[in-house]
T-cell receptor
Framework: SQKIEQNSEALNIQEGKTATLTCNYT??????LQWYRQDPGRGPVFLLL?????KEKRKERLKVTFDTTLKQSLFHITASQPADSATYLC????????????FGRGTSLIVHP | DADVTQTPRNRITKTGKRIMLECSQT?????MYWYRQDPGLGLRLIYY???????NKGEISDGYSVSRQAQAKFSLSLESAIPNQTALYFC????????????FGQGTRLTVV
């Protein structure tokens, strides 16, 4: 069965540093991978999408990489701010799931001032 | 107004009661989803609908039913609520296609006592 792994432990970093979150998957060949942000008690909000034939995607302070050989995506937030503190979810989308997002458990990011 | 609206936002109900969670969207999308989120387990798909006449079971459909009353409305019912259905429930919608994001509602926090 499909498995999506995100680090269950919270990531604590200092303001101004780069945060790097990992998403690993098995038994899946996604057409693309999405990253969402979720604040406590609220619904996830879409941030970025990267396709299987793309290596890297950037949006402002966000950067996503996608390695289909390693079956891994890395999500980077540069110059992190306390306002970036949230849970970040990766989601796989592909034919196996009828193009419905299948989510990982998320990683909590805490940025300390 | 929010693109995806869920009602109620919070609900406490007793074991054995029937309860309906409602979702409406203004995005004009055909695809709608119900997810459940539990601490440590992430988002899990309960049911999904690709259009008004299409209803499909997701990963954890037992104990739940849905109704797609219109393109914009998708409701989730718990026929006889049980305590382990206590969770945060999210409705989401996305456009047809292979690379579009999911838009989530604010969530319904359901407690079954």
């Amino acid at each position: 069965s499909q498995k999506i792994e995100q680090n269950s432990e919270a990531l604590n970093i200092q303001e101004g540093k780069t945060a790097t979150l990992t998403c690993n998957y098995t038994n899946y060949s996604p057409a693309y991978l999405q990253w969402y942000r979720q604040d406590p008690g609220r619904g996830p909000v879409f941030l970025l999408l990267i396709r299987e034939n793309e290596k890297e995607k950037r949006k402002e302070r966000l950067k996503v990489t996608f390695d289909t050989t390693l079956k891994q995506s890395l999500f980077h937030i540069t110059a992190s701010q306390p306002a970036d503190s949230a849970t970040y979810l990766c989601a796989l989308v592909g034919t196996e799931g009828s193009y419905i997002p299948t989510f990982g458990r998320g990683t909590s990011l805490i940025v300390h001032p | 107004d929010a693109d995806v609206t869920q009602t109620p936002r919070n609900r406490i109900t007793k074991t054995g009661k029937r309860i309906m969670l409602e979702c409406s969207q203004t995005k004009g999308h055909d695809r709608m989803y119900w997810y459940r989120q539990d601490p440590g387990l992430g988002l899990r798909l309960i049911y999904y609908s690709f259009d008004v006449k299409d209803i499909n079971k997701g990963e954890i459909s037992d104990g739940y039913s849905v109704s797609r009353q219109a393109q914009a409305k998708f409701s989730l019912s718990l026929e006889s609520a049980i305590p382990n259905q206590t969770a945060l429930y999210f409705c989401a919608t996305s456009d047809v296609g292979t690379n579009t994001e999911a838009f989530f509602g604010q969530g319904t926090r359901l407690t079954v006592v």
